[in-house]
């Protein structure tokens, strides 16, 4: 899709944040606008199927997938339920939608076509980050796309 769609679609994906407040629609906008990984997962991600987010926090990348492939059933893990309370607000209105408060590391995450996961693993030790990195590869089905974005923690 053209880079016009890409930016309405983020703007849209924004736009839900504001019944939290006009800094919760700014702050938003500009982690969705400047970060060039939502571009790059929003552009590979199936027009159907299921998208996980591991560590989705507030649902950002979710809210962003679903203004853009609105066929998408949507699941966010994320261990902060703080985070995850922001997400259910604003994506209440959201039908194919799941979030789950708990830890990747500890449980099987359930299959999908595309599985995402930014900026998570610096906040594991190593062999936390290994199984992760595990689940992450058997959660996603074949023919599928695994999308993780991480650096080193300095």
């Known amino acids: ?6 930016d309405a679609a983020l ?6 944040y504001a019944g939290l407040g006009m800094s919760a629609r700014h702050w938003a906008r500009g982690k969705l606008r400047g970060d060039p990984a939502y571009r790059t997962v929003l552009d590979h ?3 159907t ?11 950002y990348l979710l809210a962003a ?6 066929a998408l059933a949507l699941h966010g893990i994320d261990h902060d339920e703080r985070r995850l309370a922001l997400a259910r607000r604003a994506l209440s209105d959201v039908q194919a939608l799941t979030l789950d ?10 299959a999908a076509d595309a599985v995402a996961c930014l900026d998570v693993l610096h906040y594991m030790p190593l062999e936390k980050q ?11 089905r074949p023919g599928g796309v695994l999308l993780v974005r991480d650096a080193e923690p300095g």
């Open 65 to 70: 997938a679903h203004a853009y492939r609105p």
């Open 101 to 110: 408060d708990h830890d990747a590391s500890l449980a099987a995450l359930p």
């Open 45 to 47: 991600l199936p027009s």
């Open 130 to 140: 290994d199984q992760v990195v595990d689940a992450l590869a058997v959660a996603v």
């Open 1 to 6: 899709m053209s880079v016009q769609a890409l």
């Open 11 to 16: 703007d849209v994906a924004a736009d839900r």
């Open 49 to 59: 199927g299921r998208l996980l987010d591991v560590g989705c926090g507030e649902g």
